[in-house]
């Protein structure tokens, strides 16, 4: 695993309109010498150096050009909204492992038991087990620990999935018909896996496995994707290319 601390400065982040200013700045429509003071509320340079890393390494980084397209679409369209703020959080889970580790150990655990309440002692346990094998996090201090755990509460909160201050109370979205369609897409561009069945990746879609296998074989949906689905076997093949998906949908 590579461990950093991204979750800190991510939770830090108040404005997610400088996503779209990076964005634009590297297709070379702002001007080199613009102020960023004009597109966000980042406020110096140390700052706008320091969130605009964390940002291209966790938001705006791509394992393959098919997520970059259906990110992009999302990002492009609506800018920052509920939907393409779940997009964010796909994509930063796939690039920081302590985030998807944190995911699968802490939130989703508690996510699919029904629990109410997310506490930061239960991602700081997490972490704390994870340091057990983990030489990267030898240095961390319980301080530390308790910080990043502390801001990837406030992350999640940011991306909708928690509300609350004191108490971070757990959400329970469900994805409209658009939204399922691109994590459908999103799953078959990063699972390497043949049998998806076996995917990590699935408990991103925020439904147990047989309610998210019956809303698939809807025949609503066939127009985008065509499944083969033996009981415990996935395979889906989609039909629209990555970069028309979203368009396709609007």
Not at 10 to 37: C, M, P, R, T, Y
Not at 75 to 86: A, G, K, R, V
Not at 100 to 114: E, K
Not at 121 to 135: G, M, T
């Amino acid at each position: 695993m590579k461990i950093n601390t991204d979750i800190n400065i991510l939770g830090g982040l108040k404005d997610f309109n400088l996503i779209l200013h990076l964005i634009e700045k590297s297709d070379g429509i702002i001007a080199a010498n613009s102020s960023v003071q004009m597109y966000s509320s980042v406020k110096t340079d140390k700052s706008y150096r320091l969130f605009g890393k964390a940002i291209e390494d966790n938001f705006l980084k791509y394992r393959n050009s098919n997520i970059q397209d259906i990110s992009m679409s999302i990002l492009n369209e609506e800018q920052i909204s509920p939907d393409s703020l779940l997009q964010l959080f796909w994509n930063a889970s796939s690039n920081n492992d302590l985030i998807h580790y944190l995911n699968q150990q802490s939130y989703f655990p508690a996510f699919y038991s029904g629990r109410l309440i997310l506490k930061k002692d239960d991602a700081s346990a997490c972490i704390k087990d994870l340091k057990q094998s983990e030489q990267a996090l030898g240095g961390w201090s319980v301080d530390t620990i308790d910080t990043v755990s502390s801001k990837y509460l406030t992350l999640l909160k940011k991306f909708n999935l928690l509300e609350g201050s004191q108490k971070k109370t757990i959400i329970h979205p469900y994805l409209n018909d658009k939204m399922f369609v691109m994590f459908v897409y999103w799953l078959t561009a990063i699972e390497t896996k043949s049998n998806l069945l076996d995917s990590e990746w699935l408990a991103y879609s925020f439904s147990e496995k047989p309610i998210f296998i019956e809303r698939l074989m809807q025949k609503k949906f066939s127009q985008y994707f065509q499944i083969q689905y033996t009981g415990d076997k996935l395979k889906i093949e989609t039909t629209i290319p990555y970069s028309q998906i979203y368009y396709a949908l609007n």
